[in-house]
């Protein structure tokens, strides 16, 4: 997920920004060339380094990492297979330590592939850190679990594109709140630039009513077992509109709606969340 929270791991005493993108860790290169050198100016010394071996400009990727004046900037990373690369070209005593360092880093990952929950373990720490509250995020963590459950149940049905999930999920995206996920955003006023999660900025009813939508879209489908893209369609407004159905019941016995503008960036959603809980 692109919109997981910026990381510091220490290797010796030296901060090593990470960020979570596309299912694995990336490394900032700066601060990789500076826990190895020990350079001053890691930066001077990646900018000579990489018009000396201008190939490792197409192991990097340029993502949004926290700098010391607190602001995001476009900065060069390298996952872990990358990150070997790079310690190749950069001579060093303390190359082989930081090997190990990124195996045991490597080792974490392998470890959540095996033991999923270990994954929702290190989700909740970086939800918790953002400052949403224990209830909101046992909602979130269940709405990707049956959000991972309805992809299945699609490419077990023989569709395998990003496309179509979008397609179908902008269906059930109207039929419960009468928006797709695009006009949402636009509804609660979060900028496309801040590649910001929609299910991110929804409140803890906003979120039921999404799960509750996608869970009867996966059981409709299993039923039913829909091959052409017009069948899917229909049962995904069909699961959307048990939900939106739903969601119009709650609404009439609330006195007010359900869809909210709130958005976690402008901290309405946060403050919503702040409420006392129950336990």
């Not at 997920?1 to 960020?19: A, C, G, P, T």
């Not at 690369?85 to 974490?108: C, D, H, N, T, Y």
Request: hydrophobic share 30%; net charge positive; aromatic share 8%.
């Amino acid at each position: 997920m692109d919109n997981q929270q910026n990381k510091l791991v220490l290797f010796q005493s030296k901060n090593i920004r990470r960020i979570w993108h596309n299912e694995e860790w990336f490394f900032s290169v700066v601060d990789i060339i500076e826990a190895l050198t020990e350079s001053p100016s890691p930066r001077q010394y990646w900018a000579v380094l990489k018009q000396r071996e201008s190939q490792l400009l197409t192991i990097c990727l340029q993502l949004k990492l926290e700098s010391v004046d607190g602001k995001k900037y476009a900065t060069d990373c390298v996952n872990t297979k990358s990150a070997l690369r790079l310690i190749q070209s950069i001579p060093s005593k303390k190359a082989e330590p930081f090997k190990m360092w990124l195996a045991e880093v490597g080792k974490e990952r392998l470890d959540e592939i095996e033991n999923p929950e270990l994954t929702q373990e290190r989700m909740k720490v970086i939800y918790e850190q953002k400052g949403y509250s224990r209830d909101w995020i046992d909602k979130r963590l269940r709405g990707i679990a049956i959000r991972q459950n309805l992809t299945d149940e699609w490419r077990d049905r023989g569709l395998t594109h990003e496309e179509d999930y979008a397609i179908l999920t902008s269906e059930i995206s109207k039929a419960t709140f009468g928006m797709t996920p695009g006009e949402y955003k636009k509804y609660k006023e979060i900028p496309d630039k801040s590649k910001a999660n929609l299910r991110d900025n929804m409140t803890d009813l906003e979120l039921i009513f999404t799960m509750l939508g996608e869970k009867m879209t996966t059981e409709i489908s299993n039923k039913e077992k829909p091959k052409a893209m017009t069948e899917h369609k229909k049962v995904a407004r069909r699961g959307g509109s048990v939900a939106g159905n739903a969601r119009k019941q709650a609404e009439k016995e609330l006195g007010r709606s359900v869809i909210s503008k709130g958005n976690y960036l402008h901290g309405d959603i946060k403050k919503q969340l702040k409420r006392p809980e129950h336990n």
